[in-house]
């Protein structure tokens, strides 16, 4: 994934056809958890950090929903990935810059939860999860480039 414009609140990309369709995986996985990553405190009034917690899910969910509704217009768009030679172009808004940065880290994060939140992911590897952490690293990658985008990195 290359950055091949950034010019008015728009960015073009350019993936080889094995980059489309990994970006095109990892996105379909969204969502890949349903709830908070872990408790708002572990210290404090038990009644009002569930309420703020109950709270929290309920946004989250909402969020996961818009989320979802967005990644099937973003997938399901005619052109969305224009066909060119090599690979693909892709037109991200910055709207949609900062919702793909988004998804992105919570499939990631996701699949880390669903790991069991391990501090170490090479041993998982060994222990038969290949197919998690490699997904974690394809999300890494997408990240990286886009972060490394508006970075003025290349």
């Known amino acids: 994934m290359k950055l091949v414009e950034a010019k008015d609140g728009l960015y073009v990309f350019h993936l080889a056809k094995r980059e489309r369709a990994l970006l095109t995986h990892v996105l379909k996985m969204f969502p890949v958890s349903s709830g908070p990553i872990g408790p708002l405190s572990k210290s404090g009034d038990e009644a009002k950090l569930a309420e703020h917690e109950l709270a929290l899910a309920e946004a989250l969910a909402e969020q996961r929903v818009e989320h979802q509704r967005l990644m099937d217009a973003f997938l399901g768009e005619q052109g969305r990935f224009a066909e060119v030679k090599g690979g693909f172009q892709v037109r991200l808004t910055t709207v949609q810059f900062d919702w793909l940065l988004r998804v992105l880290n919570e499939v990631r994060v996701g699949l ?7 501090e ?11 197919d998690s952490v490699v997904e974690m690293e394809i999300c890494a990658f997408f990240q990286s480039r886009l972060l490394e985008a508006v970075s003025g990195g290349n």
């Open 120 to 130: 170490h992911i090479a041993p998982l590897a060994m222990a038969g999860q290949l």
């Open 112 to 118: 880390w939860v669903k790991l069991g939140r391990p």
